[in-house]
């Protein structure tokens, strides 16, 4: 295990790394990837409550990050 008071930082995963370094930072834009599976990201204000929709929060607090594949 780590030693008491090692510092722990919590990063990004791959797609929403994706969103930030391809410009995908304010409401109403979107991305898409293509690759091992194919993913459509798009930045929203508010939570998209559906079933069928991946959402999380962004780096930035205020908005949210909605994950379709």
């Known amino acids: 295990g ?5 510092p722990v930082v919590a990063g990004l ?3 929403v790394a994706s969103a930030v370094g391809s410009g995908v930072t304010r409401t109403g834009a979107a991305s898409v990837i293509a690759g091992t ?3 459509n ?3 929203t204000d508010e939570p998209i409550r ?3 929709i991946f959402m999380l929060s962004t780096f ?3 908005r949210y990050l909605a ?3």
């Open 2 to 6: 780590l030693r008491a008071g090692t």
């Open 13 to 15: 995963f791959d797609v």
């Open 37 to 39: 599976w194919s993913i």
């Open 41 to 43: 990201q798009v930045i």
């Open 50 to 52: 559906d079933q069928s």
């Open 60 to 62: 930035d607090r205020q």
């Open 67 to 69: 994950i379709e594949s």
